[in-house]
């Protein structure tokens, strides 16, 4: 009886144990290996508004900071402010993306005037919500006057008319509350409570966490280092009168800093965080650094396995075919997965008039690039 069992027992551990294995292997044959090589296959220009557009009798230049394909539209939005007809946040269709004739659908929802400085979007991986983030570098004690500058956004993919401000209550008009944490966990040696400037400019999404991408650190915005550091914090649903909210955890912690000098020593510095992003494609984040001086504009591109970052590993630069590192020549400042192989990078030049391919960029232009991934 005992040996009928025993061969029994192991019997059935040795069929679960085929099953497994088979499950491993299917799930393994449906992931993506990962990324070998990059090269920028296209390069363009989005017309943000016409040529004409001004603000108090000067012209308004486009400095898209963050896009985001949401599988439907590309959500694309400006650092600066335009006239009240205009939005900051806009949408065009993708094969309109650099029809200068195709006026994109500007986002008017009261929110997105309420919010300052928008730097990156971000999306669930179940494609369920579409997030946008400021870049919570500066408040007015004793005011809500820059209240503005710390906001979330977040809202169902699709309804995009219909933005809600991401904050421990339902009534609240910006994210400030949460400035303190983030604040706290960003403390140093030299500021032990709370750092007291710091500057946003990364959000990405996991199936519980978000992740918000800091690119600089210091006593102001005058006196600041700049850094590539990574704080998470988890998020769940919570379903109300008023529908289905986002809520924040209070687990804010550091997970990632990571020093792109020390990684690859023969790019050129300081390089900083310019953006952060989930790929659901490949199970991976992707990394932007730029460079930006008063003559110079520059930016790599780097990825990292989700289990690496959150052990604080460093990112592995992305090279082309020829192992050289793949360079923009334009401050990168937002990417978008396009599908399992592209990648959409949307650059923020500021008022740097730079070519992009045969044309020169125009105030109201965001120059643009497509990276196909092997």
Request: charged share 20%.
């Amino acid at each position: 009886m005992h040996l009928v069992a025993s061969r029994a027992t192991r019997m059935l551990h040795n069929s679960l144990l085929i099953v497994a294995l088979l499950a491993s292997a299917c799930k393994t044959a449906k992931t993506l290996p990962g990324p070998q090589a990059a090269t920028i296959t296209d390069q363009g220009l989005i017309t943000c508004f016409s040529a004409s557009t001004t603000l108090d009798g000067k012209a308004v230049w486009c400095e898209a900071s963050a896009v985001a394909y949401d599988g439907h539209n590309l959500l694309i939005a400006n650092d600066k402010n335009g006239p009240d007809s205009l939005s900051s946040v806009f949408t065009k269709t993708p094969a309109a993306l650099a029809d200068s004739t195709h006026s994109p659908t500007y986002l008017m929802s009261p929110a997105y005037a309420e919010g300052q400085k928008y730097e990156d979007f971000a999306q669930t991986p179940n494609r369920k919500f579409v997030l946008l983030v400021t870049a919570f570098d500066r408040i007015k004690p004793g005011s809500t006057d820059w209240n503005g500058y710390n906001t979330i956004l977040y809202w169902h993919t699709g309804d995009e008319q219909h933005p809600q401000v991401l904050a421990p209550n339902d009534t609240g008009l910006s994210s400030i509350p949460y400035r303190d944490k983030l604040a706290r966990v960003l403390a140093t040696n030299e500021f032990p409570d709370r750092i007291p400037y710091f500057k946003i400019e990364g959000l990405a999404a996991t199936d519980q966490h978000l992740l918000f991408g800091i690119r600089e650190v210091g006593a102001s915005y005058t006196s600041f280092r700049p850094v590539a550091k990574i704080i998470s914090v988890s998020y769940f649903t919570e379903t109300t009168n008023q529908g289905e909210r986002l809520r924040l955890g209070d687990d804010w912690r550091m997970v990632a800093d990571f020093d792109a000098a020390k990684a690859e020593p023969s790019l050129p510095q300081p390089l900083s965080l310019s953006s952060l992003e989930y790929d659901p494609y490949r199970n991976c984040f992707w990394l932007l650094t730029s460079l930006e001086t008063k003559d110079r504009l520059d930016a790599y591109l780097w990825f990292i396995k989700p289990t690496d970052l959150f052990a604080n590993k460093p990112f592995t630069l992305m090279r082309d075919s020829q192992r050289q590192p793949l360079r923009f020549g334009h401050k990168a400042e937002d990417l978008t997965p396009l599908d399992k192989n592209r990648l959409l990078v949307i650059h923020d030049d500021d008022r740097f008039q730079l070519p992009v391919g045969t044309q020169i960029r125009q105030p109201n232009q965001a120059p643009y690039a497509i990276v196909t991934i092997k």
